[in-house]
């Protein structure tokens, strides 16, 4: 693996059981940033024919998760409050940005926009983070 926690966030993303589900992928991941993306298709689909919401969940939740792992040091959700504001449709291409906001200790905060490939906003995000101590399993000593 990598010393690197950004590179290794972004590596072990493509070996994620859910993200390869998605078909997500990590375009990038810097301190305390992150952006991922997916293709929704017809398994993402609820039954009025838009993106499921735990679809684009699980896409913003990558790209927080990335973002506030991307210290070196484990750190977990402890609230995350979303507002979906336009559709997305199959063949939508959505890209979720994590930016954090303020990082302690023992917390960060972070602001997450889902956006299709037209740059329209499909959802927004203010999500909390806890930030343990312990360092990410899976870098290189």
Do not use: W
């Not at 210290?71 to 940005?97: C, E, K, M, Q, W």
Request: glycine share 6%.
């Amino acid at each position: 693996m990598s010393t690197d926690p950004a590179r290794a966030l972004k590596s072990r993303t493509a070996e994620e059981p859910l993200a390869r589900r998605f078909g997500m992928e990590a375009l990038e991941v810097g301190p305390g940033s992150a952006a991922v993306a997916m293709t929704v298709d017809e398994t993402c689909l609820n039954q009025f024919g838009t993106a499921h919401g735990g679809a684009i969940f699980s896409l913003l939740d990558e790209a927080f998760e990335l973002s506030c792992n991307s210290h070196g040091t484990i750190a977990v959700a402890l609230n995350v409050n979303v507002s979906f504001v336009a559709p997305a449709v199959a063949g939508d291409r959505l890209t979720a940005r994590s930016v954090e906001v303020t990082r302690t200790r023992r917390t960060g905060t972070y602001d997450i926009r889902v956006t299709n490939q037209r740059d329209e906003l499909v959802a927004v995000c203010q999500a909390l983070a806890y930030r343990k101590q312990d360092p990410l399993p899976f870098l290189d000593d």
